[in-house]
T-cell receptor, first 116, second 112 residues
Framework: NAGVTQTPKFRVLKTGQSMTLLCAQD?????MYWYRQDPGMGLRLIHY???????AKGEVPDGYNVSRLKKQNFLLGLESAAPSQTSVYFC???????????????FGPGTRLTVT | SQQGEEDPQALSIQEGENATMNCSYK?????LQWYRQNSGRGLVHLIL?????REKHSGRLRVTLDTSKKSSSLLITASRAADTASYFC????????????FGGGTRLMVKP
């Protein structure tokens, strides 16, 4: 199993450009998440999905959009990149056996994005 | 806002020593998780402790949970240079199922 993979690994954008980050998981997980991590800080949740065709906002959703057209893929889009979106982006996935139960999350290797 | 806060922010020890990291959180939880992040990598799950557990072991890791104080500790015994990493605690905000809120992390350096 590849686990959780992310593409690309690195990207440099100019202000105003757009891009899509792709996350794929081969563990048949229902839940998928997008986080951002800024230097010296923990992770902050951008958007998440509880199943194919569903998405929801996390803690810092502004400036981002997501789509979950297939269960194994979760896409994060930046429509008009800003320098404040310079960060490392992590995708994660987890099982779901009930809304009140937490399970471990499996993380991808990250995408380092710089917006100039 | 961060649910969990780790302490200390940074810790430097010699190989063979024990490392203790603490996590405090704000609201009631049904579980608390610890993750490790090596430099430039994604997070890796270490251990999950449920609210009805007080202590849990996994290899050289020992996690305690004190729900009355809203705090947890992670102890790494007989540390190795390979344990050098950042360690994060994570809790479900408002017990919201599969969601997790991460603290700012403790950066551990183990010197050979």
């Amino acid at each position: 199993n590849a686990g959780v993979t992310q593409t690309p690994k690195f990207r440099v954008l100019k202000t105003g450009q757009s891009m899509t980050l792709l996350c794929a998981q081969d563990m048949n997980h229902e839940y998928m998440y997008w986080y951002r991590q800024d230097p010296g800080m923990g992770l902050r949740l951008i958007h998440y999905s509880v199943g194919e065709g569903t998405t929801a906002k996390g803690e810092v959703p502004d400036g981002y959009n997501v789509s979950r057209l297939k269960k194994q893929n979760f896409l994060l889009g930046l429509e008009s990149a800003a320098p404040s979106q310079t960060s490392v982006y992590f995708c994660a996935s987890s099982y779901s056996f009930g809304r009140s139960i937490s399970y471990e999350q499996y993380f991808g290797p990250g995408t380092r994005l710089t917006v100039t | 806002s961060q649910q969990g806060e780790e302490d200390p922010q940074a810790l430097s020890i010699q190989e063979g020593e024990n490392a203790t990291m603490n996590c405090s959180y704000k609201t009631s939880i049904n579980n608390l998780q610890w993750y490790r992040q090596n430099s430039g990598r994604g997070l890796v799950h270490l251990i999950l402790i449920r609210s009805n557990e007080r202590e849990k072991h996994s290899g050289r890791l020992r996690v305690t949970l004190d729900t009355s104080k809203k705090s947890s500790s992670l102890l790494i015994t007989a540390s190795r240079a390979a344990d050098t990493a950042s360690y994060f605690c994570a809790t479900p905000p408002n017990n919201a199922g599969n969601m997790l809120t991460f603290g700012g992390g403790t950066r551990l350096m183990v010197k050979p």
